[in-house]
């Protein structure tokens, strides 16, 4: 933040949606099934992203085409309908040595946990880290046997050469 000079907006999870979620499902209910881990997704990421892009008219990402077999085709800019605004991927098609090569030449700080095994992050519970061979995805949501497994915040990547804006 201080490096970049922004402010960074926090947004959390309703305290009573999720004290619902936890009552019905438990504390690691998220195991129990896709439904239910999906149903957390709902309530700890999925909701408070709508409440972050509310009224918002461009959402920027870093959605990359090599990430998963479900990204491969994400568009560079489309209209997202769910959130009412247009989605823009300015990095859809670079590959990871780009990203790389991009993130040392101009000292991007990342995570440290990518230089331990973690190419993908997400929530603690549900993210572990990968071995040599294994699909960048591989560490989260592993004991799902599911392909194109995402949490719901990009649910709706448009194609490419159909609801394309750019
Ligand atoms: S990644 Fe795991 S802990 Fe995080 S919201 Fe989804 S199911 Fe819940």
Not at 68 to 77: D, K, L, T
Not at 100 to 123: E, K
Not at 133 to 154: F, I, P, S, T, Y
């Amino acid at each position: 933040m201080q490096r970049y000079g922004v402010r960074i907006r926090v947004i959390a999870p309703d305290a009573g949606d999720v004290e619902e979620l936890v009552a019905r499902d438990g504390v690691l209910g998220f195991r129990l099934s896709i439904a239910a881990r999906k149903a957390c997704c709902e309530v700890r990421k999925v909701r408070p992203l709508a409440r972050a892009l509310a009224g918002a008219a461009v959402w920027i990402t870093g959605l990359r085409r090599q990430q998963s077999a479900g990204r491969s085709e994400v568009a560079f800019a489309a209209w997202d309908d769910a959130h009412r605004l247009v989605k823009v991927n300015p990095l859809a098609d670079w590959p990871l040595d780009r990203l790389q090569a991009y993130v040392a030449a101009h000292d991007i700080p990342v995570n440290p946990l990518h230089a331990r095994g973690f190419p993908s992050i997400g929530c603690q519970p549900c993210t572990r880290a990968i071995g040599p061979d294994e699909d960048v995805r591989a560490g989260r949501w592993w004991w799902e046997q599911e392909d194109g497994k995402e949490c719901g915040l990009h649910n709706s990547p448009r194609r490419r050469g159909t609801e394309a804006v750019a």
